[in-house]
């Protein structure tokens, strides 16, 4: 495992869970590195080492950063290499060796967390023999496992910005405006469970609610009302508002 954050330590739980022996965790963070080997009785050597310990597959997990430029790091070489990155292509490791492929975890990933939750994997390899490989090792870690090219891997990440990084914006933004208003933000979490099951069992094109949806103008004159003092929320209201109106053909 090459990695010593969010998406190592989750996968590595996770690997280890399903009956797979980590031999090695190196990081830049050699600290970090050490703590997270030690867990797994594993060893660790400084990421630019001349060499690695001998293993099936080496999991790049660094960040997307660290994909600038893999073939700097010698111990990869001439080995199985898969990088765990949703918009970077996985000819990125064309340089380092002549066996690569991609094991795109789609989940929001935290290390704070001993609850591993379902990890779907988009997976894909330079040959349909590295693929094989790269897909029979992820069947082992999920029952959700697909193969994806570059930029159906690249669209799958797109969609899960919206879905997760700006949904969770938009609940950081009504907590804000809770606070300031004196209400408690808990009493919004039973309608967050209960749109978070709807979409999953139906299309959220057909669930969608609201005063937008019912030409309701009264009420959205009077939620703008309410959105004075917060001109950045209102702004995202009558955008948001206005996305609604648009896709459903309202007036």
């Known amino acids: 495992m090459l990695g010593s954050g969010n998406t190592a330590t989750v996968l590595l739980k996770l690997i280890t869970k399903n009956g797979h022996q980590v031999v090695q965790v190196v990081s830049r963070n050699e600290e970090n590195a050490k703590a997270l080997a030690s867990a797994y009785n594993a060893s660790t050597v400084p990421l630019y080492a001349p060499q690695f310990a001998a293993a099936d597959i080496y999991i790049f997990a660094l960040n997307d950063a660290a994909l600038e430029q893999p073939e700097n790091i010698p111990g990869l070489r001439g080995k199985l290499v898969v990088h765990t ?53 992820a069947a082992t870690l999920s029952d959700k496992v697909t193969e994806a090219n570059d930029l159906e891997r690249l669209n799958y990440h797109v969609a899960a910005i919206f879905v997760n990084n700006f949904t969770n914006h938009l609940y950081a933004l009504a907590e804000l405006f809770c606070k300031n208003e004196n209400i408690d933000f808990s009493f919004l979490y039973p309608l967050i469970e209960e749109t978070a099951k709807r979409v999953q069992h139906n299309s959220p094109f057909l669930t969608q609610t609201g005063p937008a949806m019912r030409d309701d103008i009264f009420t959205l004159n009077r939620h703008l009302q309410a959105l004075t003092s917060a001109p950045n929320l209102k702004y995202i209201y009558l955008k948001l508002t206005e996305s609604i109106i648009k896709h459903h053909g309202k007036r």
């Not at 380092?96 to 935290?110: A, E, H, I, K, N």
């Open 85 to 137: 990155a949703g918009a970077t292509p996985m000819n990125v490791l064309k340089e380092l060796t002549s066996t690569y492929g991609v094991m795109y975890p789609l989940q929001s990933l935290t290390k704070f967390t001993d609850d591993i939750p379902q990890i779907p994997f988009l997976v894909d390899g330079n040959s349909k023999d590295t693929l094989n490989i790269i897909s029979k090792f």
